[in-house]
């Protein structure tokens, strides 16, 4: 079965960056659409961003383009680097994967998910 692993997360300052990353295996990770959801204590998970086989992006509104998301096929990985990182962007981020080459943005749309990687922003 796909096996998903997050990594990068961490406690920065408001404004700080940071660079999460998600290894891929048991599966042919150039075929899948990948996402990046968040949830926060006592909130829903909500969609960060996506990207299609072919690097199609999509993100979340609250993004407002300080965030990237890129893959590298040849390592299985995809990362989402966020900038200007503010207090509300705190919580448990969650890689994600599809058997579709096409990205989504519904929680409902993801085949596997990984276990979670912490990102706290102290302002």
């Known amino acids: 079965q796909v096996h998903l692993v997050e990594a990068g997360g961490g406690s920065v300052q408001a404004g700080d960056s940071l660079k999460l990353s998600c290894v891929v295996s048991?599966?042919?990770?150039?075929?899948?659409?990948m996402g990046w959801f968040r949830q926060a204590p006592g909130k829903e998970r909500e969609f960060v961003a996506a990207?299609?086989?072919?690097?199609?992006?999509f993100f979340g509104d609250f993004v407002k383009g300080r965030h990237t998301i890129s893959r590298d096929n040849a390592k299985n990985t995809v990362y989402l680097q966020m900038n200007s990182l503010k207090p509300e962007d705190t919580a448990l981020y969650y890689c994600?994967?599809?058997?579709?080459?096409?990205?989504?943005?519904?929680?409902?749309?993801?085949?596997?998910w990984g276990q979670g990687t912490q990102v706290t922003v102290s302002s």
């Open positions: 994600a994967g599809r058997y579709s080459a096409v990205a989504a943005t519904a929680m409902t749309a993801y085949d596997f």
């Open positions: 048991g599966g042919t990770f150039s075929n899948f659409a």
């Open positions: 990207i299609s086989w072919s690097g199609i992006t």
